[in-house]
């Protein structure tokens, strides 16, 4: 896999091998390829607390299993960064993700583009390349269009672009209009709660829905 592990993710788009000639396909891991909310929800269990679903939303979901009491945003976000150290290999893959990447990669050229603390580089890579998709991958922060316009930039084929979160979708709309767009939330219990706006994009609750509408968008 190329990790591309230097570079900052602007000169990681433009360093990042692409074929200009095929359609290039940019995925998340969260929540799209990994069954991310269920593997923090065991990390947090082992630490005291529970997840309650009831809004989309991470450490707003998280209670002190014992008292009840909300998560406070500062241990969240150690438990977050605990969790790409210690926890990080404890996702389970979402069905037929592996499947429908290995068949749409030999149409079209696949890069990996999550957000994730850098320090949980190597157990993301090492993640996806143990569950059959070892793809080239950038570690991202914020928003993801300026990286995707990047990417876009560097083929003529058309593009694609998957995510579980509205902002991102939003942000590749300003930054790359001409990029596709598709939603997919794994978790089931987060889906109802989830924005959308399903008049921009499109949306699939399974790979196999969504490997035939990027056929449909990506190729000729």
């Given at each position: 896999?190329?990790?591309l592990?230097?570079?900052?993710?602007?000169?990681?788009?433009?360093?990042?091998?692409?074929d200009?000639?095929?359609?290039?396909?940019?995925?998340?891991?969260?929540e799209?390829l990994?069954h991310?909310m269920?593997?923090?929800?065991r990390?947090?269990g082992?630490?005291g607390?529970?997840?309650?679903?009831?809004?989309?939303?991470l450490?707003?979901?998280?209670y002190?299993a014992e008292?009840?009491a909300?998560?406070d945003?500062?241990a969240?976000?150690?438990?977050?960064?605990?969790?790409?150290?210690?926890?990080?290999d404890?996702l389970?893959p979402?069905?037929?993700?592996?499947?429908?990447?290995e068949?749409?990669?030999?149409?079209?050229?696949?890069i990996?583009?999550?957000?994730a603390p850098?320090?949980?580089?190597?157990a993301?890579?090492?993640?996806l390349?143990?569950?059959?998709?070892d793809?080239?991958?950038?570690?991202?922060?914020?928003?993801k269009?300026?990286?995707?316009?990047?990417?876009a930039?560097r083929?003529r084929?058309?593009?694609g672009?998957i995510?579980?979160?509205?902002?991102?979708?939003e942000?590749?709309?300003e930054?790359?209009?001409?990029?596709?767009?598709?939603?997919?939330?794994?978790?089931?219990?987060?889906r109802?709660?989830?924005?959308?706006?399903?008049?921009s994009h499109?949306w699939?609750d399974?790979w196999?829905?969504?490997?035939v509408?990027?056929?449909?968008r990506?190729?000729?």
């Amino acid at each position: 896999m190329t990790q591309l592990h230097t570079l900052s993710p602007a000169e990681a788009a433009r360093a990042v091998p692409i074929d200009a000639g095929r359609p290039l396909l940019i995925v998340d891991v969260d929540e799209v390829l990994a069954h991310f909310m269920q593997g923090f929800e065991r990390f947090v269990g082992r630490h005291g607390y529970e997840m309650r679903i009831d809004k989309f939303a991470l450490f707003q979901n998280v209670y002190h299993a014992e008292t009840g009491a909300p998560l406070d945003m500062e241990a969240g976000k150690r438990l977050f960064d605990d969790f790409f150290l210690q926890g990080a290999d404890d996702l389970e893959p979402v069905a037929g993700a592996a499947e429908a990447l290995e068949a749409l990669a030999a149409q079209m050229s696949v890069i990996i583009l999550t957000n994730a603390p850098d320090h949980g580089r190597e157990a993301r890579a090492g993640w996806l390349t143990f569950h059959g998709m070892d793809y080239p991958m950038i570690i991202n922060s914020g928003l993801k269009g300026p990286v995707v316009a990047d990417l876009a930039a560097r083929t003529r084929g058309r593009v694609g672009f998957i995510d579980d979160l509205l902002p991102n979708l939003e942000s590749v709309a300003e930054s790359a209009p001409e990029v596709a767009r598709f939603q997919m939330i794994a978790d089931e219990r987060l889906r109802p709660y989830a924005p959308t706006n399903k008049a921009s994009h499109l949306w699939a609750d399974d790979w196999a829905e969504m490997e035939v509408l990027i056929q449909q968008r990506l190729m000729p």
